[in-house]
């Protein structure tokens, strides 16, 4: 009998309108980085980009009234589960901080909607995971803080951004004995990741466990919700592993993930 495949939400990106530096930049727009989606296809679940249902993305809005009939929380009653991905920096005011330079303002309206994002799926019973952004947002989003920017406050931590390489930034990793990340990439030999952000986690949110360190630093570069509900991210970009890199097989992450969302469906 054919099993119907499972559908992952993917959060939106947003681009702002700017004509003074593009003349055909005059309207919001949303979109995802095709890595993510294709890397949600290669378990072979289809990706679904969950829009803002509110025009207005530029500041705090309350998700629960929209200019339409649909909400957040119809996605997430008719998706499986929910990928947050990387991009643009956190507002410090979603941690309760003051930015402490103006390059790292932010996007206040992502932070707002994926916020909303992850309270509608953890309600659902959905599984959620985060990757890069998507893991800083996800201690956010429970309550954690991060740093603002690794080079200012942690001047003697590696540098974990290299734009000239971009995703060909490496480091190792550690994977924290006894969790699941460990048991799920188990018998590997090889600790190697992508390294392309300038945050990270400062205080864990309540709730979640560290699975995965820098050796060099300490930087977390993974965490998980201790109990229920499911809700992971790894602070590297799994979609971005080639094995030609020689980097982590990161399939034992997401197959993990789909199995949740399976079970959540069945459940």
Not at 22 to 44: D, R
Request: charged share 20%.
């Amino acid at each position: 009998m054919h099993r119907e495949r499972l559908k992952i939400g993917v959060s939106a990106c947003f681009l702002y309108p700017d004509p003074q530096r593009n003349a055909f930049a005059k309207k919001t727009l949303q979109y995802i980085e095709q890595s993510v989606p294709h890397w949600v296809m290669s378990g072979g679940a289809m990706p679904v980009m969950i829009p803002s249902p509110v025009g207005d993305v530029t500041g705090a809005r309350d998700f629960s009234g929209t200019e339409g009939t649909v909400a957040l929380e119809d996605y997430a009653r008719w998706l499986d589960g929910l990928v947050l991905h990387g991009g643009a920096d956190l507002w410090p005011g979603s941690y309760r901080e003051e930015p402490i330079d103006a390059r790292w303002m932010g996007d206040a309206g992502r932070d707002h909607y994926e916020i909303a994002l992850v309270n509608a799926f953890v309600a659902a019973g959905k599984p959620v995971f985060g990757i890069c952004r998507g893991m800083q947002l996800i201690n956010v989003a429970f309550g954690g803080t991060l740093v603002q920017d690794i080079p200012t406050q942690r001047p003697d931590a590696l540098r974990h951004r290299d734009a000239d390489v971009y995703d060909q930034n490496f480091h190792t990793v550690d994977l924290v004995p006894h969790t699941r990340l460990a048991e799920l990439l188990a018998g590997q030999g090889i600790n190697k990741i992508n390294s392309v952000h300038h945050q990270c986690v400062k205080d864990l949110a309540p709730g979640f466990v560290v699975e995965a360190r820098c050796p060099d630093d300490g930087t977390v570069e993974a965490i998980r919700h201790g109990g229920t509900p499911w809700v992971a991210g790894v602070q590297w970009h799994p979609e971005f592993h080639k094995l030609e890199y020689g980097t982590l097989d990161d399939a034992p992450i997401l197959q993990d993930f789909l199995s949740a969302a399976r079970a959540s469906r069945a459940g």
